[in-house]
């Protein structure tokens, strides 16, 4: 298994009181699940209502254009509509599609879960500001870091690529920015997430869906998404 993740890493470069006249009984409050946010034992970060009847769960690489586009426009469509009342749930895990998606990743793995989600918008809203500087290592410092060991390839590739002031100014300091990189649980999580995608759900491209356990066939974007999502609802027995 060492040897398998240090091959990938190299590869690849979130009571009553007295009576009272009779009165008609107050509604309950209704719940508002769209600020609820947590982390699941799968490495995702989860946001909604967990007993939702419609389970929505998101791959998604931090580096995908796609990705960034569905988290602009489908997104809050999905918060507003069905989010918030409790009958959808939006998971996000997080799939390395490269280098850059892996050690990103692991700064979604080592925070809580609203910190976590923060840093996944600041992605989204900065994707250039975290991919170009990758773009521009000059060609010698790229092969110096190929001649390192595989398992240290990837946190000098990130060093090179300036992921440490990109996570600074979302509001991790370095140290703390260190021991996540260097979390050995962190990087098992994104790599089973990868695994389970492509192994289990034959994951084909970015961003792609689950909809209750069931991937989502060529669909990649919000236009395809919204009906399926719609059926969904639809189809799920009707609370009462």
Same mark, same amino acid.
């Given at each position: ?6 091959? *990938?890493? &190299? @590869? !690849? /470069?979130?009571?009553?009181? #007295? $009576?009272?006249? %009779?009165? +008609? ?5 209704? =719940? ?69 998606? *892996?050690? &990103? @990743? !692991? /700064?979604?793995?080592?925070? #809580? $879960?609203?910190? %976590?989600? +923060? ?5 989204? =809203? ?115």
């Amino acid at each position: 298994m060492r040897f398998a993740s240090a091959l *990938l890493i &190299a @590869g !690849l /470069l979130a009571a009553p009181i #007295a $009576a009272q006249p %009779a009165r +008609a009984p107050a509604r309950a409050a209704v =719940a508002d699940w769209s600020t609820r946010l947590a982390l699941t034992p799968q490495g995702g970060i989860l946001l909604g209502n967990p007993n939702a009847p419609v389970k929505l769960v998101e791959f998604g690489s931090l580096t995908c254009p796609h990705c960034r586009a569905f988290h602009s426009e489908g997104l809050p469509v999905i918060k507003g509509r069905w989010l918030a009342a409790g009958q959808v749930s939006y998971e996000y895990r997080s799939f390395s599609l490269n280098g850059i998606d *892996l050690m &990103a @990743g !692991l /700064l979604l793995q080592c925070q #809580a $879960a609203p910190q %976590a989600w +923060a840093f996944v918008n600041r992605v989204y =809203a900065r994707q250039d500001e975290l991919v170009s500087p990758f773009m521009t290592i000059p060609e010698a410092e790229r092969a110096r870091i190929q001649g390192l060991a595989s398992d240290a390839q990837g946190p000098a590739m990130a060093v090179a690529g300036k992921l440490p002031e990109f996570a600074a100014a979302a509001g991790l300091p370095r140290a703390r920015y260190d021991a996540c990189i260097a979390a050995k649980p962190a990087m098992e999580r994104l790599l089973a997430i990868r695994a389970d995608a492509v192994q289990n759900h034959q994951l084909q491209g970015t961003p792609s869906f689950l909809i209750n356990g069931r991937m989502q066939t060529d669909v990649f974007d919000w236009a395809a998404l919204e009906p399926l999502i719609d059926a969904a609802i639809k189809a799920a027995p009707q609370r009462k």
